[in-house]
Every structure is written in structure tokens, then in C-alpha cells.
């Protein structure tokens, strides 16, 4: 009797996880690394004789809500916007601001959900150096990042989610920069967040 009741609570969960993640569902929530993204930025350039200099190490907090939908079972494709304040080793701080698309898809298991993530996100920032009076400086921003994660229910509509992640971001000044200097970063970061399954 015992095992008929676990293997019944079993499917129950399983199929309560598969509908999380079913067509047609939407999908709501968001995440942060709570200070555990780690990055470093190099300036690059097209200049004739510019030489790339080292890298420079900076730590980021970010704020990230997604909106989305599952356009078939386990695939759900959406909006992200990324909110992200670095400090810079260099003295230098920046703010950014980004959004675009995200594609998440989900391996529905008995107890969580693993899934990988790509996103793409475009914006801009502001970028000071860090002297007293320095004004900031106005960059465009393009990031490509991606990881995997795992979503834990913790309801039949919430999961929370840990995510570990790589992105690469290019942050360049549109106007007066004929050598396209801009300032190149890879960033590894655990982040975690809540999720509404509606």
C-alpha cells in the first residue's frame, strides 16, 4: 500500500511539473546575482598601433525581470531586461540599462526542472572614471550571454531558480570613435530568482 501511495504522489508531482512548463502557459518573474558576478573588461580598438592593455577586474550586481511564453512544451521565448551597476578596480563605476530577447527550454524531471538559457540584450550606459568631476560617459551596450540552471517548484506556479551563466559585453561610444574603441567584458555569475508560471 505504501508503495502504490509513493508512486502515486510521484506521477502527481511529475505531472504537475510537466504542466508548469506545457504551451500556452505564460511566464513571469526575475533574478539577481546578489553580488556574485565577477567580471573583467579590456579596452580593445581598430587603431592602427593601438596596443590592448590588461585587463581590469570589476564586480557587478544586476537586476533582471523576464516576460515570457511557451510557444510549445518546455520552450518558452520572451523579454528580458537587464539592470546592472559595476564597480571597477580602476576607481571607475558604471551603470547600464539593456533589454531583448531570451530563449529558456526545460527538462521536466520528478522533482525539478533543469533548463538552459540564451539571451541577447541591447542598451546603454553610463560610464565614470572616477576623478572628481568627471563627467559620465555615454556608451551603447550589446551583451550575448547563455547558461544552464535548475528550477526548483515551490508550488504548482512558483519555482526558484539558481542560474549559472557566462555573457560577453561590448560597450562602445556611437559618436567620435573613428578606431572603435570600446570596452570589452566576459562575466561568470551565479544568479537566483523567482518564477511565476501563470
Known amino acids: 500500500m505504501k508503495k502504490i501511495i509513493l508512486l502515486a504522489l510521484v506521477f502527481a508531482v511529475s ?7 506545457e504551451q500556452g502557459n505564460f511566464v513571469l518573474g ?4 546578489l553580488g ?7 579596452l580593445k580598438s581598430d587603431a592602427e598601433f593601438f596596443e590592448e592593455g590588461d585587463s581590469v577586474k570589476s564586480t557587478d550586481i544586476n537586476f533582471s525581470p523576464i516576460a515570457g511564453y511557451f510557444v510549445m512544451d518546455n520552450l518558452a521565448v520572451g523579454l528580458i531586461a537587464d539592470i546592472n551597476s559595476s564597480s571597477i578596480k580602476d576607481g571607475s563605476s558604471e551603470n547600464s540599462f539593456a533589454a531583448g530577447p531570451f530563449l529558456r527550454y526545460y527538462f521536466p524531471m520528478e522533482s525539478v526542472l533543469p533548463f538552459v538559457v540564451a539571451q541577447g540584450v541591447f542598451g546603454s550606459s553610463n560610464y565614470n572614471l572616477g576623478f572628481e568631476g568627471s563627467e559620465d560617459l555615454k ?5 550575448i550571454g547563455g547558461g544552464a540552471g535548475i528550477a526548483i517548484p515551490l508550488s504548482d506556479s512558483v519555482t526558484f531558480d539558481i542560474i549559472a551563466g557566462y555573457s560577453s559585453t561590448t560597450r562602445k561610444a556611437s559618436d567620435h570613435n ?3 574603441y570600446r570596452y570589452v567584458t566576459g562575466n561568470f555569475g551565479i544568479n537566483f530568482g523567482l518564477l511565476v508560471i501563470l
Not at 30 to 33: A, V
Not at 36 to 42: A, D, I, Q
Open 30 to 33: 526575475g533574478s539577481s546575482d
Open 36 to 42: 556574485l558576478n565577477f567580471g573583467s573588461r579590456t
Open 139 to 143: 556608451m551603447g551596450l550589446t551583451s
Open 178 to 180: 573613428p578606431d572603435n
Open 15 to 21: 505531472g504537475i511539473m510537466n504542466a508548469q512548463t
